[in-house]
C-alpha cells in the first residue's frame, strides 16, 4: 500500500496495473476474507440492511412515479438522496479520519433506520406526498456523508492489508446480493400490500447492522492512526490526491460514468411504464437481471489478484456500449436480457475503481480519499439525473439511456488514451492462443542512428 503522500514519490501510473500492497497476494480464496470474525459479524449485518435498502429505493422510485407520473421527478428524488455527497462528501471525509469508525457507524446506520421508520408511518397512514419522499431522500443522503467513507475505510481495521483487495469485493458481492432480493420482495409487496411496507422492512433491517457493530470484539480491529483535529486538512485531501495521477484518472472516470451512466431509476422506471407498458413488475424485474449480472461481476473481482487500470478503462468502455445497444433493443425480454451484462461490467467499473484508489492511498488518508471517490462517484447523480430524467421526458426512454452510455464510452476510450500516453504505451492488437487480445504495450524505442560516414 503507498505511503507517499506526494506527487514527489508517486510514480507514473501504467495502463496495465495499479500497483497493491506489497503483502497483498495476487490470487486468494473467493471468501477468505470471511474467517476474520469482525468482518463476518459486519457483512452478515450489511446483507439484511442492503437488502432492506434496495427495497426502499425501488419502492420510494414507484412511489414517486404514481405520485407525479414524472420521470423528471423520479430523477429529483435520486438527485436529493445523492445531492449532500455532492455538497459535503468532503467534510465527511474529514470527520471519518478524525472519529472512530465503529461508534461513528452505530450512530449513521441508526439515523438511517429511523428515516425509513418515518416514511414508512407516513406512507402507511396514507398522508405521504411528494415533498415528503424528497425530504426523506435528502436525510438519508446527509448520513450517508459520513456513514459511506466511514463503511469503505472501517473494511481495512476489519481485515488489514492483506485481505483487503478480497474484503472490498465481497462488500460489493454482498450489495449485489441483497440488490437480487430486494427488488423482487419489493415488487411483490408493491403489488400486494404498497410501498408503505417496504419502507417498513428497510427502517427494521438496520437492526441486523447495529447488532453486528455491537457484538464485534474491539482488540481485534487493525490499529490506524487517526488524523489530528486541525487546520487544513480538506484542502491537504485534495493535494494528495492531484498529485497522484494513479488516483486521480480513476476518479475522474468514475466521475463520468456514476453522473450519465448510472442513472438507472429513470431509465428503468421509464422503459417499465412507457416503452413496454408492464407495470411495476417488469421495473423489478430489470433490477433483479442486472443484479445477477452484478453479483457475478463481483465474485469474479473477489478472485482478482490486482486492480488493473486496463480492466477498468475497458469495462467502461464496454458498459457504455452495451447501454446504447440496450437503448436501441426492441423487445422487453431482450432489453431484460442485457440488464445481465450491463450489471456484469458496471460492477467490474465500481469494484476495480474502489479497490485501486483504496490500495494506493495511505491508510492516514483514506477517509478523505474514499469521501472524494464517492462525492464523485455517487454524488455526480444530481447533476447527472435531473438532466437525463428531463432528456428521457423529452425525447423518449431510448434516447435518455442510448446518452448515458455515449457519454461512458467517450470517457473510457479519452481517459484510456491519456493513460497511454502518460505510461508510453501503445495500444496493441493480435492473437493470443487461437483468442484475439486488444492490450497496452510499451512503444517500441526507435534504433539509434549510425554515425554519418
Known amino acids: 500500500m503507498s505511503t507517499g503522500s506526494g506527487a514527489a514519490s508517486a510514480p507514473a501510473p501504467t495502463a496495465h496495473d495499479s500497483q497493491p500492497a506489497p503483502d497483498t497476494p495476487r490470487k486468494s480464496s473467493m471468501f477468505s476474507s470471511l474467517k476474520v470474525r469482525n468482518y463476518r459479524l459486519f457483512f452478515l449485518g450489511q446483507v439484511v440492511s442492503n437488502t432492506g435498502t434496495w427495497m426502499q429505493r425501488i419502492a420510494q422510485d414507484w412511489l ?3 405520485l407525479t407520473g414524472s420521470s423528471a421527478a423520479v430523477g429529483i428524488t435520486t438527485a436529493l438522496q445523492f445531492l449532500p455527497m455532492l455538497l459535503f462528501g468532503l467534510y465527511g471525509g474529514v470527520l471519518v479520519d478524525r472519529l472512530p469508525k465503529r461508534p461513528t457507524l452505530l450512530c449513521t446506520q441508526t439515523a438511517m433506520g429511523l428515516t425509513g421508520l418515518a416514511l414508512a408511518a407516513l406512507t402507511l397512514t396514507g398522508h405521504v406526498q411528494v415533498w ?35 474484503a472490498v469485493s465481497l462488500n460489493s458481492a454482498n450489495f449485489q446480493s441483497a440488490r437480487l432480493v430486494g427488488p423482487a420482495v419489493a415488487g411483490v409487496m408493491i403489488t400486494g400490500v404498497g410501498t408503505g411496507w417496504a419502507f417498513l422492512a428497510n427502517g427494521l433491517s438496520f437492526v441486523a447492522p447495529i447488532a453486528g457493530l455491537l457484538l464485534m470484539r474491539a482488540r481485534e480491529l487493525h490499529v490506524v492512526e487517526r488524523a489530528p483535529r486541525g487546520k487544513g486538512q480538506l484542502r491537504e485531501g485534495l493535494r494528495y490526491v492531484a498529485g497522484r495521477p494513479d488516483l486521480i484518472w ?90 445481465a451484462p450491463i450489471g456484469v461490467f458496471g460492477l467490474t467499473v465500481n469494484v476495480t475503481a474502489n479497490t485501486a484508489v483504496q490500495m494506493a492511498t495511505d491508510p492516514a488518508m483514506r477517509g478523505r480519499v474514499m469521501a472524494l471517490f464517492m462525492m464523485v462517484f455517487v454524488g455526480g447523480t444530481p447533476l447527472g439525473a435531473p438532466v437525463v430524467g428531463w432528456v428521457t421526458d423529452a425525447y423518449g426512454a431510448r434516447v435518455g439511456f442510448a446518452l448515458g452510455g455515449l457519454v461512458s464510452v467517450t470517457a473510457a476510450v479519452t481517459i484510456g488514451l491519456v493513460l497511454a500516453r502518460m505510461g508510453d504505451l501503445r495500444l496493441s492488437v493480435g492473437w493470443h492462443r487461437g483468442h484475439p487480445r486488444v492490450d497496452f504495450v510499451p512503444r517500441e524505442r ?8
Open 64 to 66: 414517486v412515479l404514481s
Open 132 to 166: 415528503h419522499v424528497y425530504v426523506a431522500a435528502f436525510a438519508m443522503g446527509l448520513a450517508t456523508v459520513v456513514d459511506n467513507p466511514a463503511r469503505q475505510s472501517f473494511v481495512s481495521e476489519m481485515v488489514g492489508p492483506g485481505q483487503l483487495q478480497n
Open 250 to 339: 480513476p476518479i475522474v472516470l468514475v466521475g463520468f460514468i456514476g453522473t450519465f451512466g448510472f442513472n438507472f431509476p429513470v431509465w428503468l422506471s421509464a422503459f417499465a411504464d412507457d416503452v413496454f407498458h408492464a407495470g411495476a413488475g417488469a421495473y423489478s424485474l430489470f433490477n433483479t437481471v442486472m443484479a445477477v449480472g452484478s453479483l457475478v461481476g463481483a465474485l469474479l473481482a473477489a478472485r482478482r489478484g490486482t486492480a488493473r487500470l486496463r480492466v477498468l478503462v475497458g469495462a467502461a468502455a464496454v458498459f457504455g456500449v452495451l447501454e446504447v445497444v440496450a437503448a436501441l433493443a426492441p423487445s422487453y425480454w431482450l432489453f431484460a436480457l442485457l440488464m
Open 446 to 453: 526507435g534504433k539509434e542512428l549510425a554515425p554519418a560516414a
